[in-house]
C-alpha cells in the first residue's frame, strides 16, 4: 500500500469518526429536542459541512503540487469550510429553543449554507483566473524561450565562417540572441501573435540556411542580411511596443 492510499484510509477513518461523534453528541445533548425539525436541520448541517471539509482535505490530497502554486485561494476554501462548521456548531446551541421561531432558525442555516456556497464559488473564480493567468504567463515565457534557442541553432547552423560577410551574420544572430534574452516574456496578448510568428519565421530561415548549405551553393548573403536586419527591426519594435504597453 502506498503512502498516499494510506492517506485517504486515515482520512476517510477520520471522517466517520467525526460522523459518528456528532451523532452521538447530538443525541446526547439534545435527547429532549430529538423530535424537532430544529434539531435533525443542524444534524443535517453538521453532516454538510464535516463533509465538505473531508472533501476539501481529499482534494488537497489529490492535487498537493497545484495547490501549493495557489496556496491563498485553497486556504481561503479550508477557512470558509471550517467557519461554516462553527456556525453550525453554534447554531446548534439554540437547538432546543428554536420551537419558538422554527422560520428563522432554518433561515439562519439557508443563509448561511448559501454565503459559504456563494464564497467557495467566488474563490474557486479567482483560482481559476489564477491559474489562466500563469499558464498564458508560462507559454509566453516558453514562446521567448524558444526565439532564443531558434537563433541559436541559427548561430550554429552558419558554422565557421568563410567569408567576412558570413561572419558579419554570425554576430548579427549573436546580437539577436542577447536581444531577446533580456527582453521582457511577459507580453500582452496583443503581441502573443507576434511572438509566434517570429518564431515560425527564425525557424523557416534555419530550414532555408541548412538546405543551401546542404546544396553546396553556398548561402545568399544579401537575403540573410536582409532577414536579419528585418528580424531585428521586429524584435526592437517588439519591445518598444511591450515597453509603451505598460508605461
Known amino acids: 500500500m502506498t503512502t498516499k492510499q494510506s492517506n485517504f484510509l486515515i482520512l476517510n477513518a477520520i471522517y466517520l469518526i467525526c460522523i459518528v461523534v456528532t451523532s ?3 443525541f446526547t445533548i439534545f435527547n429532549d429536542a430529538v423530535v424537532s425539525v430544529a434539531f435533525w436541520i443542524n444534524l443535517l448541517a453538521s453532516y454538510v459541512a464535516i463533509t465538505a471539509i473531508w472533501i476539501y ?7 498537493l503540487e497545484q495547490v501549493k502554486r495557489f496556496v491563498p485561494g485553497y486556504t481561503a476554501l479550508g477557512v470558509v469550510a471550517v467557519l461554516y462548521l462553527l456556525c453550525v456548531v453554534f447554531y446548534s446551541l439554540f437547538t432546543s429553543v428554536a420551537h419558538l421561531s422554527l422560520r428563522l432558525f432554518t433561515l439562519v442555516h439557508i443563509v448561511t449554507l448559501g454565503l459559504a456556497l456563494v464564497l467557495c464559488g467566488i474563490i474557486m473564480i479567482y483560482i481559476r483566473n489564477t491559474q489562466r493567468h500563469e499558464a498564458g504567463v508560462q507559454t509566453k515565457m516558453v514562446t521567448l524561450q524558444l526565439i532564443e534557442k531558434a537563433l541559436q541553432q ?18 548579427d544572430v549573436k546580437s539577436l540572441i542577447e536581444l531577446v534574452r533580456y527582453s521582457d516574456p511577459i507580453t500582452p496578448d496583443s503581441l502573443t501573435y507576434n511572438d509566434h510568428q517570429i518564431l515560425l519565421d527564425i525557424e523557416l530561415m534555419n530550414s532555408e540556411l541548412a538546405n543551401q548549405y546542404a546544396s553546396g551553393e553556398g548561402i545568399n548573403s544579401e537575403r540573410l542580411a536582409g532577414q536579419l536586419s528585418l528580424l531585428k527591426h521586429r524584435l526592437s519594435e517588439r519591445n518598444r511596443q511591450l515597453i509603451a504597453s505598460k508605461s
Request: no cysteine; aromatic share 4%.
Open 24 to 26: 452521538v453528541v447530538s
Open 57 to 63: 482535505v481529499r482534494f488537497i490530497l489529490r492535487n
Open 154 to 171: 541559427l548561430h550554429h547552423t552558419l558554422g565557421n565562417p568563410l567569408s567576412s560577410s558570413e561572419d558579419v551574420h554570425r554576430r
